[in-house]
């Protein structure tokens, strides 16, 4: 997770807990997950689009690609 941000606290929440939150999330889910945040000015909205990317990410990762729904999902044919 590369992200830094220029306030300790982000609302209610401590900046470091983001950053937390997604390592342990990563860590627990057994996932690999990699996150850069390359510009913005507000925090808030810096944190918003790391958690929107995610979520963009994992919706992309558990749909069905319906052109391949008889396929095994893998580049090694097993799971």
Same mark, same amino acid.
């Given at each position: 997770? %590369?992200?830094t941000f %220029? +306030?300790? %606290? !982000?609302g209610q929440l401590p900046a470091e807990n983001v950053k *937390?939150?997604?390592e342990a999330f990563a860590?627990?889910? +057994? $996932?690999n997950l990699h996150a850069r $945040? $390359?510009?913005g000015e507000?925090? *808030?909205h810096r944190v918003e689009a790391l958690f929107k990317a995610l979520a963009r990410a994992l919706r992309a990762a558990v749909? !069905? %690609?319906e052109r391949i729904a008889d396929q =095994?999902?893998?580049?090694?044919? =097993?799971l």
């Open positions: 997770i %590369d992200a %220029d +306030r300790e %606290d !982000i *937390h939150f997604l860590q627990e889910g +057994r $996932l $945040l $390359l510009s507000n925090d *808030h749909t !069905i %690609d =095994v999902p893998s580049t090694k044919e =097993v």
